[in-house]
């Protein structure tokens, strides 16, 4: 990593570096984060002006206390369809919310969520993001895109949906299907031309494409009057107040909006984090969890006590600001300078954009996450194709949010399974060397005489630990040579109580079989528990090896003096 790298990820916006392309990058970025912020508002069934307020919010916070240069947050489409999902699925076990009180609901949702975030911080749990693994996020980014883009079909073809009809993208693709007479032709010409503006630009990706599109889309409103011939218009936008204030939400209703709260904090960290590290790893930056944790709480908190919805640091903006050349974080504080302006000065003229141009905005946006190249590439490694398509399938079948608890209780109960079904791999010495492999994988390798010789591949822990103890069993039992057994605890950092307790036992039924366990690899936090337990002979320092070679030395050299 550079010395300019490293400045610039650990200090504030006024880190050396900051240059030109900085300029060049927030002006791009700001011509893709205000049509994304009409559009993610529609996402949410929030008034324009709440996504407006999270994107400033959220520029100017993560410029003055977030670690990464390239990441920019700002409302993403993922936590404002969450966020919808979330709100509107509790809404519908209670009395049905008016548009003020779904405004506060969500409000609540974000600001409890911003501050679940910050105890996470606070509490060092940035490595949490672990649990949603990759290709779960992956598979639940492509469908959420998926219905996403579905669910922009109406405002594309101008199609007026019934009140009873529901939300879920599989009925929306079979009642516009079925209703070709009700597409109103003017806004299906809008959208494709729109379309083809926003392909002709994909070759110069430092141009606002979306930007340009909705400039050019409020002029041909204007001159043409697209309104007259049936395409439906956003309609007026109120600029943002940014007014302090709690959510108006009852007590009651409090801690029933923090349990949804905990789906958009592993969505909002997950996603984030994957954007900003991919960003990082590719430019020898070092990135913080922790503080990236804390940098996210406080945009949410700060978002949602000024009236903001959502926000995170999407992959779509925090990609284009990379490719538009950003240097540090002074890029996110001229988007802002920029939108701030297009505000003041602009804002009257966005009534006149059309819908289908705004649905054809968010296509655009989500478009990378269309891509099936990285699930094709984890179907051809064979690996985790369960997981992609249960991800997958759990948001196309149930909804967003239902499929997000659903992903997550995937990832978690596979890194469950893999660690309560440990691989046992018996050592031997290879040739003359003090090196320990696995007998049958590497030529050579050679046991030792009345030595077994075991090493666990994962962690010892309360849904593994047994399973382990009787392996070693197992394998004991059919060793009518072996007088002591060595368990290498290289995999385990640190034991829980059921870990102790299972060594213990197992230790004790060793002896009933007439033989001794010895353990190796022990590191400090398990050689100072265990030597706790010293009066049970378990915690017995001539018991516990800093290595496999070093145990093995010393029962050959025990061997010896009995002989």
């Known amino acids: ?3 300019a790298a490293s400045e610039l990820g650990s200090t504030g916006i006024g880190a050396p570096g900051a240059s030109w392309h900085d300029l060049g990058a927030g002006l791009c970025v700001a011509g893709l984060l205000l049509p994304e912020a009409v559009a993610y508002a529609g996402l949410a069934h929030l008034p324009v002006a709440h996504a407006l307020t999270g994107l400033m919010v959220g520029l100017a916070l993560y410029a003055l206390l977030g670690g990464s240069r390239f990441a ?7 936590s404002a369809t969450l966020s919808a999902a979330a709100v509107l699925s509790w809404s519908g076990t209670s009395a049905a919310l008016s548009p003020a009180a779904y405004v506060q609901a969500v409000l609540a949702l974000v600001l409890l969520a911003g501050g679940l975030l910050i105890a996470l911080a606070l509490a060092r749990q940035g490595q949490l993001s672990a649990f949603v693994s990759r290709p779960v996020l992956r598979g639940f980014a492509f469908a959420l895109a998926i219905t996403i883009v579905i669910k922009q079909m109406p405002d594309m073809l101008g199609l007026a949906l019934p009140a009873g009809l529901g939300n ?3 009925h929306l693709m079979a009642f516009a299907a079925a209703h070709v007479v009700g597409w109103k032709w003017p806004s299906v010409a809008v959208a494709a031309a729109a379309a083809l503006v926003v392909l002709g630009l994909r070759n110069w990706p430092r141009v606002p494409a979306s930007m340009v599109v909705i400039v050019l889309a409020i002029i041909a409103a204007d001159v043409l009057g697209l309104k007259q011939m049936g395409v439906e218009e956003v309609g007026v936008v109120a600029r943002p107040v940014l007014q302090l204030a709690l959510p108006d939400l009852p007590l009651k209703d409090w801690v029933q909006m923090g349990e949804l709260a905990f789906g958009l904090v592993m969505l909002l960290f997950a996603e984030s984090w994957g954007s900003m590290r991919s960003m ?3 430019h020898g930056d070092t990135l913080d969890a922790n503080r990236e944790l804390m940098a996210l709480g406080a945009c949410n908190v700060a978002s949602a006590l000024l009236q903001g919805m959502p926000v995170g640091a999407g992959f779509s903006a925090t990609s284009a600001n990379t490719a538009a050349g950003a240097n540090s974080r002074w890029a996110g504080a001229v988007a802002l300078v920029v939108v701030a302006a297009a505000l003041a000065l602009a804002l009257p003229a966005l009534h006149l954009l059309p819908r289908p141009v705004l649905a054809v905005a968010v296509i655009s946006a989500l478009w990378h996450a269309l891509n099936p190249r990285p699930l094709v590439d984890l179907w051809h490694m064979r690996r985790d194709r369960l997981l992609v398509l249960g991800a997958v399938l759990a948001v196309l079948a149930f909804g967003v949010l239902h499929g997000m608890l ?3 209780g995937l990832s978690v109960i596979d890194a469950l399974r893999r660690f309560s079904q440990p691989l046992m791999h018996e050592l031997g010495e290879l040739g003359t060397t003090r090196n320990f492999v696995s007998l049958g994988s590497h030529q050579g390798a050679q046991a030792v005489p009345g030595v077994l010789i075991l090493r666990p591949e994962e962690p010892l822990f309360f849904a593994s630990a047994e399973r382990v103890a009787a392996d070693v069993i197992a394998r004991a039992r059919g060793r009518v040579d072996c007088r002591t057994v060595v368990l290498s605890l290289e995999e385990s950092a640190d034991l829980d109580s059921t870990a102790v307790e299972c060594l213990l036992e197992l230790d004790q039924r060793l002896q009933d079989l007439g033989k001794r366990l010895v353990l190796a690899r022990v ?4 050689r100072e528990l265990l030597g706790r337990w010293a009066s049970k002979g378990l915690g017995d320092p001539g ?4 290595s496999v070679a070093d145990a ?6 025990s061997a010896s003096r009995q002989l």
Do not use: C, F, G, H
Request: hydrophobic residues 60%; glycine residues 0%; aromatic residues 6%.
């Open 1 to 3: 990593m550079t010395p």
């Open 72 to 78: 920019i947050v700002a409302p993403t489409s993922s």
């Open 168 to 170: 879920d993208p599989l």
């Open 280 to 282: 990082a790893l590719a």
């Open 406 to 408: 659903i992903a997550i």
């Open 523 to 526: 590191k400090e936090p398990v």
């Open 543 to 546: 018991r516990l090896y800093w």
């Open 552 to 557: 093995a030395q010393a029962l050959a050299a």
